[in-house]
């Protein structure tokens, strides 16, 4: 049995967060282990109010988690919600455990849900890190070529970038995977015309799923851009 540990909100109107993650996980026949940091009030159209766990207890969720066997083989970090459940996270997660960070800024049916600068040690500890393009200028906070922002966070001792495509234009949607070596990679695909929530959420999923399965980080993010793409064909 293959398991990841999954970090993140719930959502009431199941299109996102924790409950998305249990659906790609289990689309990819993978065990997922839920660490709750916040429960949101959303529908599809507006989050209406979130309601935050207290970092210990995040944390105590965590090593709960890691403690069960048997341990699971990567992590996937989504909604965090302050910088104080960040610094929880950083200190549980041992140290060897691949970790996938999409950081969730803000929620796709509005609202806030993470300032940029509470990530903190999170994004050095990552082994990946998935902004969409929105994510990443705020995250670095400038402008230009993406090839310049992603080398922003990189030389903030990111270990790897992948810049999602996804609110991009055109008929290809691509993917760019950065890493601390100069290296960069490119993941296509056409571009549906269906738009879905927590895309987000299942990709950095998928790539949980697949470093936990032994794959490379290139072949981890290969094949989960083709599961999400399978998933919104269905």
Known sequence: MTVILAIGGTDSSGGAGLTRDTAMAADLDITLRPVVTAVTVQTDEAVLSVHPCAP????????????TPP??????IGMLGSAAVAEAVAATLPAGLPVVLDPVLKATSGGTLMDA?????LLRRAALVTPNLAELEVLTGIGGPVEAQAAALLAQGVQAVLVKGGHGTGTRSTDLLFTADGAVTRFSAPRLAVSKRGTGCSLATAIACQLAKGASLAEACRGAKDAVHRWLRR
């Open 117 to 121: 600068d509470g990530f903190g040690a």
């Open 56 to 67: 210990q207890a995040v944390a105590d969720q965590a090593s709960a988690a890691l403690a």
């Open 71 to 76: 341990a699971p083989g990567a992590a996937k």
